[in-house]
């Protein structure tokens, strides 16, 4: 399963993963989550993306680097109105501040992607996960799919 990772650092850690589909595959904090994270990672999934709230991130630099997956930050720092809105969703979750702002770096990835894979779902319909996830790995544009078609992935 491909993955995206949203982490916010400090004093507690938080740290989320979710998928292609944007559904939240993990989320947790704490002060000792940090040194758990490349292991956490390793065993849910293949982290394509990492990504903060924050416009630079050494962390997440050296974490994507550890998990050969693409740095993926805002423009600008993510504001408090911003991450609400990414976060809409979750808003049933029982989440703290660290919680928010990981899972709503994750989100603003997501979205990076989501458009990719819109334009993918455009060309053929809903599509399953495994393929969402071939095409994104393959890096390749949407017409190199050209010739995809429903009956191959049974």
Known sequence: MLLIAGIDSGTNFAFSLINLDGELVYLNSGKK???????????TGKVIAVTTDKRKSKKVKKLATSLSAEVVLPKKDLSK???SRLIKDFKNQKLNSHEKSSLSAALFAYS???????????????????????????????????YYSPLSIR
Do not use: M
């Not at 989550?33 to 065993?43: D, G, H, M, V």
């Not at 990076?112 to 994104?136: A, R, T």
């Open 33 to 43: 989550l940090e040194e758990k994270i490349f292991e956490i990672c390793l065993e």
């Open 81 to 83: 109105y911003k991450k």
């Open 112 to 146: 990076e992607y989501k458009q990719k894979l819109k334009k993918f779902e455009d060309k053929f319909g809903p599509v399953p996960l495994s393929l969402k996830e071939e095409f994104i790995l393959s890096g390749k544009r949407v017409s190199y799919f050209k």
